[in-house]
Nanobody, 122 residues
Framework: QVQLVESGGGSVQAGESLRLSCAIS????????WVWYRQAPGMQRELVAGILEGGGTNYISSVKGRFTISRGNAKSQVYLQMNNLKPENTTLYYC????????????????WGQGTQVSVSL
């Protein structure tokens, strides 16, 4: 059973920083990409940042330059450093991953963790 455990969220003032952590366990296949999503009330879950096996990264434009996704020394860990937080960043953040099966097909992991709440006030 795959487990995704997000942590590191909290309540901060605008301009402050948080570092989100994600612990992945139970994957039987090689992970090819790690991602962070966010989901605000009444809105779709949205991809915020991703990091590929080769180290390449992508971000939505609204967080570029402020957020940094990184992997830990173990492939079971992924982080999201969030600097200069803004009130509009207030929401739940979720991690997930893509993996490669033995037939070389890439799939997104099904299911989600509980997320970690980020609240930013002025």
């Amino acid at each position: 059973q795959v487990q995704l455990v997000e942590s590191g969220g909290g309540s901060v003032q605008a301009g402050e920083s948080l570092r989100l952590s994600c612990a992945i366990s139970g994957s039987r296949f090689s992970i090819n990409a790690w991602v962070w999503y966010r989901q605000a009330p009444g809105m779709q879950r949205e991809l915020v940042a991703g990091i590929l096996e080769g180290g390449g990264t992508n971000y939505i434009s609204s967080v570029k330059g402020r957020f940094t996704i990184s992997r830990g020394n173990a492939k079971s860990q992924v982080y999201l450093q969030m600097n200069n937080l803004k009130p509009e960043n207030t929401t739940l953040y979720y991690c997930n991953f893509y993996y490669e099966k033995f037939n070389c097909e890439v799939h997104k992991n099904d299911g989600w963790g509980q997320g970690t709440q980020v609240s930013v006030s002025l």
